[in-house]
């Protein structure tokens, strides 16, 4: 079956925060474009596509029953996962006793962090940095330890192994934050790159949370590899996060989930998880979720992939061809660009603020990287048909970047 990734869907007044909160003031939102544009949302991590058809089919047929009350888990719900993980990831000997619900990933990063370190201490992340794990990890009172990444000749982003080791090995780091694929860079790690991090992980005892929530979005070309699965220590030793909401769209049913192969750090997670009663799964949020991996989902899933591929090739070559000075390193996962305009700022005379100001104008709202720790960076998802892609950087050109 071939699915609709090109219409146009007008999200105004639908729950969106993407484009309801445009102009708003609130948060990280963009201020709405000046008369005579319209806008197009390319800040919040979320896709303007209609999800898989078979889950609206499943919320309307289990909203049809009347009633709503308290229930378990289903069969379906785990072998759902189970299935899943095999067909995309290559996971096996995953029992359903090692999954267990989060209301979100950046709760289960908590519930985990909680348990391996206490607060005040001293957590590793990459750098730049998703802006939800320094909020979280800040809230909570943890101490971040950055080690920033660097591009290498070709540009790719890659973890700096020696700094690593460096901070690990005199900072007293026992629990780190890792994001695969990573988010906002768009890398989607090596197997070697995944064991030599590990390595040092085990080296220095240090307890490992790793985000996938992103595991699905691989462009083409790309395969996501577990982290838990690339040694037996990292398989005992790593608390593993995943949703569908990356990969359907699903963020506002809430829901996500944890595999942990160790019982010991498994019961002492799902105890803090338990603990404030409200870690619940919605009735709703499980039958998006077992639609979404049924066999529709994974065809769905192919066919967004190759359009996502489609958008990112043209974005990072019309940036190449037409924005001197702009770098953007090619995303191999995820659906969002993060552009480094130091060099066009300062050849230039603009500041970054001048420079999203101007987009902003002309309805290109995409997001401040500095949230992210790109001093001088933008984040563009570019989860939209590709008619808007293109008029968003027609308008770039014309307006911001070659006035």
């Not at 005040?120 to 939800?132: A, Q, R």
């Not at 690990?168 to 989607?188: D, E, M, Y």
């Not at 489609?310 to 191999?332: E, L, M, S, T």
Request: hydrophobic share 40%; with cysteine; aromatic share 10%.
């Amino acid at each position: 079956m071939q699915y609709d990734f090109t219409s146009l869907i007008d999200r105004w007044g639908k729950d969106a925060l993407a484009v309801d909160e445009l102009g708003s003031g609130k948060g990280h939102a963009p201020a709405a474009p000046k008369e005579g544009f319209d806008a197009i949302p390319m800040w919040v991590a979320d896709m303007n596509f209609a999800t898989v058809p078979t889950v609206p089919q499943a919320l309307a047929q289990r909203a049809s029953h009347p009633l709503y009350g308290y229930f378990d888990p289903s069969d379906d719900y785990f072998s759902s996962i189970i299935n899943w993980q095999q067909q995309r990831n290559g996971v096996t000997g995953l029992t359903r006793e090692c999954i267990g619900y989060e209301n979100g990933v950046l709760g289960g990063v908590v519930s985990a962090l909680n348990v391996i370190c206490s607060r005040g201490g001293k957590v590793l992340l990459h750098s730049p940095t998703y802006v939800g794990f320094t909020s979280a990890l800040s809230n909570n009172g943890y101490d971040i330890v950055l080690s920033p990444m660097t591009r290498d000749e070709a540009g790719v982003w890659r973890m700096d192994f020696e700094d690593m080791e460096e901070k690990l090995r005199t900072q007293n780091i026992h629990a780190a934050v890792f994001c695969s694929p990573h988010n906002p860079c768009g890398r989607v790690w090596e197997r070697w790159e995944l064991e030599r991090a590990m390595a040092l992980f085990e080296k220095y005892d240090v307890t490992v949370v790793s985000d996938e929530i992103w595991s699905d979005i691989i462009l083409e070309g790309g395969k996501h590899i577990p982290t838990q699965s690339v040694s037996q220590w990292a398989r005992q030793n790593t608390v593993a996060l995943y949703a569908p909401s990356k990969t359907f769209n699903l963020a506002g049913l809430v829901g996500s989930y944890h595999i942990i192969y160790n019982k010991r750090l498994r019961d002492r997670v799902e105890k803090e998880s338990s603990l404030s009663h409200y870690n619940e799964m919605n009735v709703l949020s499980m039958h998006a979720l077992i639609a979404a991996y049924r066999p529709e989902g994974q065809e769905w899933l192919e066919q967004l992939r190759r359009v996502l591929t489609a958008n990112v090739d043209y974005a990072c070559g019309y940036i190449k061809d037409h924005f001197p000075g702009v770098a953007a390193a090619r995303p191999q996962g995820t659906y969002m660009l993060f552009a480094d305009c130091t060099e066009w700022c300062k050849t230039h005379g603009k500041t970054i603020d001048e420079v999203e100001k101007a987009c902003w104008d002309v309805g290109v709202a995409l997001q401040d990287g500095r949230a992210f720790h790109g001093p001088c960076h933008l984040r563009i998802n570019l989860a939209l048909p590709f008619s808007r892609v293109q008029e968003a950087f027609e308008r770039l050109d014309k307006y911001v970047f070659n006035v």
